[in-house]
């Protein structure tokens, strides 16, 4: 059963008020703060209601899955409902392996998971035969979570002046998923590691004006990724419980 879109708006409102707050106790303005919408756990009918709601920045997790959709939901816009419907801009936001570059390429607007030098000079020469240039973001393990993906701390300021020496990669900001469970605060340190991994970027002028964004924040803890300085937020099921 897909979820109305009433309850997608209702749940919409009440994100946006917790954004309001948590940009007002850190003292920065909510309209920098910017939401994508992960799809993942639900069908194209939710992906249209988002887009009738003026949400239009739409991200999946796995390749296959953000191809697909694309697919879908062009048809779906040139069909019916969706005439006069803005189409989404898609993100990968899960992990990509590098035999998969071209296919995301196909589709994606921005890639959020971009953690080795190999995957970004594959995207970078893939991109370059497309004769265009696509966003990326850095990934950076701040949890120190093994099995998360993206590259470690330590290693992210070499990485990221490496990246934007490719040309046709845009460097636009670091992303970061912080580690699951039940307590906002336990995912504050990774978000604080990330901004000050950025702010000392910024300092040493990697990516100039295009390095800007931070992605951090999903349903369980967006809040205190706002109080940290997240620009996106990657927020799914609280769209739809
Ligand atoms: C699923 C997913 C999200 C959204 O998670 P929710 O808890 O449903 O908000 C954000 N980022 C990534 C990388 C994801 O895989």
Known sequence: MSVPRSQIARNLA??????????R??????????????????????????????????AESRVQQLVARAAEVDDLLARR????????????????????????LGVAAMIHSVDSLRLAEELNSRASQDGRTIDVLLQVNCSQERQKHGCAVGAGMHLAELITTLRS????????????????????PAFTRL????????????????????SMGMSQDYPVAVEEGA???????????
């Open 195 to 214: 901004r000050e991994l950025f702010e000392e970027m910024r300092h040493e002028k990697v990516g100039g004006e295009a390095f800007r964004h931070l």
């Open 81 to 104: 409902a969706g005439k006069g419907l803005a189409s989404p801009r898609w993100h990968l936001v899960g992990h990509l392996q590098r035999n998969k570059a071209k296919v995301a």
């Open 25 to 58: 106790r850190a003292r920065r303005d909510p309209g920098e703060v910017g939401l994508v919408a992960v799809t993942k756990s639900v069908g194209v009918e939710e992906i249209v209601s988002l887009l009738q709601l003026g949400i239009t920045d739409i």
């Open 231 to 241: 620009t996106i937020l990657r927020i799914g099921s609280a769209l739809f419980e």
């Open 14 to 23: 009440r994100i946006r008020g917790e954004i309001v707050d948590a940009a």
């Open 169 to 188: 990669l845009r460097l636009v900001g670091l992303m970061t998923m912080a580690p699951l469970s039940g307590d906002p605060e336990r995912a504050r």
